[in-house]
């Protein structure tokens, strides 16, 4: 018999790149270095993960102005409260030399009701209208004759000294003082003098001059 021949393997034929399409399809990484980063565009939204996860450079220049702006409140603040004290403490002080030439002009009208001498009566009597205004300016003009004539017919010397005296009521640009007079009277009839306390109230009124007169008197008992 005579022996089989070898056959021999099948030829595989392998698939050989096109040179046209193996070009194309592989990057020219040559090419991608070549190109201008200026002029690569950015991914979107990749500018704004930027601003905001990236941290300021540096301290933000608005707290020295935020400081500068209270310590100009806290100035201005202490100006205004400075001024209103001011303001206040004149207003007092005004107010306590009112009420002090009030009682001094008080002080004087009580004593010059309380003192009179049949010998120096039309005198006295004027002085106490010289310190009256309005209403009690009237009344003393009107009393004048009558009361002259009865201190000299019953010759009577009266000396009176403030005791105490002080504000009880200011309202309508007029001060209330209250006096309280002590007197030593004498007259034809008693003889020796005697001490007498009179009670009253005076109701002072500002003059343009700055002087304090006697609008009104009422004697308390």
């Avoid at 034929?13 to 399409?21: C, G, H, K, V």
């Avoid at 209270?70 to 009112?98: P, Q």
């Amino acid at each position: 018999m005579t022996a089989p021949k070898a056959v021999p393997p099948p030829e595989v034929a392998l698939d050989e790149p096109d040179p046209d399409t193996s070009s194309a399809s592989e990057p020219d990484i040559a090419a991608e270095d070549r190109e201008d980063p200026d002029t690569t565009e950015p991914e979107l939204g990749s500018d704004l993960n930027d601003d905001e996860t990236t941290p300021s450079a540096g301290p933000k220049p608005a707290r020295p102005k935020v400081m500068a702006a209270v310590l100009a409140i806290l100035l201005l603040a202490g100006v205004v409260a400075s001024v209103t004290l001011g303001n206040e403490w004149r207003d007092d002080r005004e107010r306590s030399k009112s009420r002090t030439a009030a009682v001094s002009a008080a002080r004087d009208v009580a004593v010059a009701l309380a003192t009179i001498n049949f010998k120096t009566a039309a005198d006295d009597i004027a002085r106490v209208s010289d310190l009256a205004t309005g209403a009690f300016a009237e009344e003393v003009a009107t009393n004048l004759d009558g009361q002259t004539q009865m201190v000299k017919k019953f010759k009577v010397v009266s000396t009176g000294k403030v005791i105490e005296a002080g504000v009880v009521s200011e309202k309508g640009g007029l001060t209330t003082v209250a006096v309280a007079v002590a007197s030593t009277v004498k007259n034809s009839k008693t003889g020796k003098g005697e001490e007498r306390w009179y009670r009253m109230t005076i109701e002072m009124k500002p003059q343009d001059d700055g002087r304090w007169l006697a609008s009104k008197v009422e004697f308390v008992q």
